[in-house]
């Protein structure tokens, strides 16, 4: 367990002393931490008081703004260790690893399957439901994969190299006669698909913004003298959408128009005309997404910070703060109410944007950077991977943690343990049905 944990649970104890009602309060956050400090040789045990702090935080009247946070993470603890495979050392949700860094991870039409792409130059496809078997290698490269991208219809992954080109690639193989692998040799920044086409968009070095056919047939929509490190194209509308390295987002509205947009030029206002951009600060932006409603731009930013844009009314939300190094991947949930992002801190984080005062869960397991994370289609999992070349799946809903530890053990809590760790003149419960 790390440092970290232990001190945010102190400094978050503290915090309680203000509540009005803290005793059930004070009672979760204080089993919550015995369960994290358990050391892992005791994992029944540790496993136990996790989920009896688990029931007191969803039957009490707890305060909702601390409490979920540490009982996520004594219930995650505490299923690492109850999981663990001694023989390849891994915890139970740490799948198998590329042979480097891992950059991205995207799901197509099939919510069982996810792709992954590494510097290694492989895009693997992983089952979901078989978490440790063998992935399937669907491209394999000399290049170095900066990114992947599926097409809104599941069937073509873009392969984004660094400093190069990229590759279309049909992810089943009966699609071959269809598509075949294209590979536009194109140096680029960066690319993305055009929602419902069969068109991607690219950024050449040089600053031009093309459209291009699968034929690669291109036409130029736009021009910049920034250089962008994403780019977002907006389903609703089209209009396209850049986070780039000076801080400027950028957007390009049909009809395009080819326009420059020099840094020393760059409108301070939104306008309603083809081209606008609007300097957010001196940090570069790493990554962009559109909430499903269509009415929010979530923006990632080097500073470590997330800006909340009002895509209609073309204004600020709220900055949300919390990730101590570069954002690098971000994301919404199917419903729109949750945002993961990942960062360079070590962690993947997913808020709660219907309540600004509600603390992330913090997904903190990763030896290195966490360069990339994705809900699954139904947002009920998360996956990440960064550079210690792991993949790893979280569930979203601590409540599936808390099953897992009664399916996992058949004991309960004894009253000689109940008394030791829960209280003695707390009434005895038992965690698990037996």
Same mark, same amino acid.
């Given at each position: 367990m790390r440092f970290r944990f232990t001190t945010l649970l102190l400094s978050l104890v503290t915090l309680l002393q203000a509540q009005e009602n803290p005793t059930t309060t004070e009672l979760v #956050?204080? #089993?919550?931490q015995r369960s994290l400090v358990m050391p892992g040789y005791l994992p029944e045990l540790k496993a136990l008081i996790a989920r009896q702090a688990y029931e007191f935080w969803k039957e009490g009247n707890v305060e909702p703004y601390v409490s979920h946070l540490n009982v996520y993470q004594a219930l995650y603890e505490a299923n690492k260790f109850l999981g663990y495979d001694s023989v390849r050392d891994m915890a139970y949700n740490q799948v198998g690893m590329h042979s480097n860094t891992v950059t991205s991870v995207v799901f197509g039409d099939d919510p069982n399957f996810y792709y992954s792409s590494s510097t290694d130059g492989k895009v693997l496809k992983w089952d979901l439901t078989s978490p440790r078997g063998i992935p399937e290698t669907v491209y394999e490269s000399e290049k170095i994969i900066q990114s992947i991208e599926m097409s809104n219809d599941g069937k073509v992954l873009m392969a984004i190299f660094y400093q190069e080109g990229l590759a279309l690639v049909p992810i089943e193989r009966n699609q071959q006669e269809d598509i075949q692998v294209l590979e536009d040799p194109t140096p680029i920044q960066t690319a993305t698909f055009i929602p419902g086409e069969r068109k991607y968009l690219s950024v050449t070095k @040089?600053?031009?913004?093309? #459209?291009?056919?699968? !034929?690669a047939k291109s036409e130029q929509v736009g021009k910049t003298a920034l250089k962008i490190n994403q780019l977002k194209v907006d389903e609703q509308d089209g209009t396209i959408y850049a986070g780039t390295e000076q801080g400027v987002l950028e957007a390009w509205e049909k009809p395009y128009e080819v326009k420059e947009s020099p840094i020393?030029?760059? #409108?301070?206002?939104?306008?309603?005309? @083809?081209y606008f951009g609007y300097k957010l600060g001196s940090f570069s932006i790493n990554c962009l997404d559109i909430s499903p409603n269509g009415n929010t731009l979530a923006i990632g930013r080097d500073? &470590? !910070?997330?800006?909340?844009?009002?895509i209609p009314a073309k204004r600020l939300i709220r900055i949300i703060s919390g990730h101590q190094s570069t954002v690098t991947d971000i994301q919404f949930n199917p419903k729109g109410n949750l945002l993961l992002t990942t960062s360079r801190d070590g962690t993947a984080r997913i808020w709660d944007l219907t309540d @600004?005062?509600?603390?992330?869960?913090?997904?903190d397991d990763h030896d290195d950077w966490v360069f990339t994370g994705s809900f699954? /289609?139904? &947002?009920?999992?998360?996956?990440?991977?960064?550079? !210690?070349? =792991?993949?790893?799946?979280? /569930?979203?809903?601590?409540? =599936?943690?808390a099953f897992r530890i009664c399916a996992m053990i058949n004991r309960r809590l004894t009253q000689e343990e109940w008394n030791e760790f829960i209280g003695k003149d707390i009434t005895y419960q038992a965690s698990c049905n037996e």
């Open positions: #956050m204080s #089993m919550s @040089s600053g031009e913004l093309l #459209m291009k056919g699968f !034929d020393e030029d760059i #409108m301070e206002n939104w306008r309603q005309q @083809s500073r &470590g !910070d997330i800006v909340l844009w009002d @600004s005062r509600k603390l992330p869960i913090i997904l699954n /289609p139904n &947002g009920t999992q998360v996956i990440t991977g960064g550079g !210690d070349e =792991y993949i790893r799946t979280w /569930p979203v809903d601590p409540a =599936y943690l």
